[in-house]
């Protein structure tokens, strides 16, 4: 494994620092057969990677329940942060895995995890695939999530 630290500059890190536009959350069954959007068809968020090797993820869902200040909703917010790290797939052009050490989170449980992610990216670099590398328990059903981002030099909202 490499540390986001102390990859060379001009590395394949350097994609992945700066702020992405979140444009699709789906999930997919493990036989690749059922697509659930759980955040709705137009989602919102933002992932931020620092240089010095810091990530932040927050999404939104279309339609956020309004609630009380003092609910919380996890169905209609998730966002988690800490450091991140890279294992490169030199096998496969375009790809790299990412690890991100959570730090703080939305849901309490990831606290001191590694949320492992595959990242793909496209020829120029501006959008990006993030898809979860083991299969996560979702809405009562084991999937795998893909969250499909749009690089962004400012922050936009849809």
Known sequence: MLSAMFLPRNSRRDILVGSWSLLEYKTTNLNGEDTVYPMGQSPRGF????????MSAQLLSQ?????PSTEFAVDDYVAYSGKFELDQFPEEENCLR????????SFP??????QSRIARYNE??????????S????????CHATLQWR???????K
């Open 151 to 157: 690089k962004s030099s400012t922050a936009v909202t």
């Open 124 to 133: 120029d670099k501006r959008l990006l695939e993030l898809s979860t590398v």
């Open 109 to 114: 449980d990831w606290i001191g995890q590694v």
């Open 47 to 54: 992932l931020m990677y620092t240089p010095d090797g810091y």
């Open 98 to 105: 990412v690890n991100h050490l959570v730090s703080v989170a």
């Open 63 to 67: 339609s956020p329940e309004i609630r």
């Open 135 to 142: 299969p996560i328990f979702l809405a009562g059903r084991q």
